[in-house]
């Protein structure tokens, strides 16, 4: 079968694509940053241009063109494009530099947590099902397809965890600990599945040359590993950053002070009907 691999065109055009993005946030980060209402920091910026490297890294580098190689390689692509890459551009705020308009007013009700879930969901579990993967390894169209599906559909699902615009879709905020715990199950399933099972998955690996000295099965494992350990570290950060939030934020402060007067008060009682008995 016939490997695809991204011309240099492609990979230029990626660049060239990508580099005008990161000049026009730049170009707006610098001229109206700092009248957002709620800041544009120095980091968001810095986020912002990591995420952009990474998608180039998933998408242009030299990298992407290993990933009809080395199953491995295909899962970092995976990674970066759906996992780590929409964190950062996100974190970046870039809605915040736009004017807003009633069309973002008129996007919040797809911004739901649920299409988040279950677009990712729906995406992991599709593309790798060996028939989808062949596909997306036999044809270059669906292969480009793959991969912008893998790029949105992360957008989505980190939308209701990072906030980026004050039009978000409210929701209860801790329940954003059951939504990351429940995301890591499929995932968790799909790599334990990589990395326990015998035999080779994708036969197409079989008759690739070795990288690394690995063998296709080797290969499949740590592949497996990749996304197990990465998945549920990122996953792991988000949930401790997202309860420490929950923690500091005024409505938990609040709670804290009620609890402790309401103790006061108790105790105050109780030592008032102690003196009383005396």
Known sequence: MPHVHPASAESLWISVALSLVA?????????????????VEGWRAGSFFVGLLLVWVGLGSPLSRLDHDLLTVHMVQHLLLMTLAPLLLLLG??????????????????????????????????????GAFMLGLRSEMWHGIEQASFLVTGFLFWWPVVEPSRDTLKWPESSLLLYLFLATLPCDILSGFLVFCDRVVYPVYLASPHQFGMTALEDQQCAGALM????????????????????SSPAS??????????????????????????
Not at 110 to 130: D, E, F, S
């Open 228 to 247: 197990w350990t990465c998945v549920t570290l990122v996953y792991l950060i988000a949930a401790a950053i997202v309860t420490a939030r929950l923690l």
């Open 93 to 130: 705020a870039p809605l915040r530099l736009l004017p807003r308009n009633p069309a973002q007013r008129r996007g919040r009700m797809r911004l739901h947590p649920a299409v988040g879930w279950i677009g990712a969901t729906a995406t992991l579990v599709v593309w790798h099902i060996p």
């Open 23 to 39: 000049v026009a946030y730049l170009h707006r980060w610098l001229r109206v940053a700092w009248l957002v209402p709620n800041g």
């Open 253 to 278: 402060q609040e709670y804290a002070i009620r609890q402790s007067e309401t103790q006061a008060i108790a105790i105050g009682k109780s030592g008032v009907q102690r003196m009383e008995v005396v």
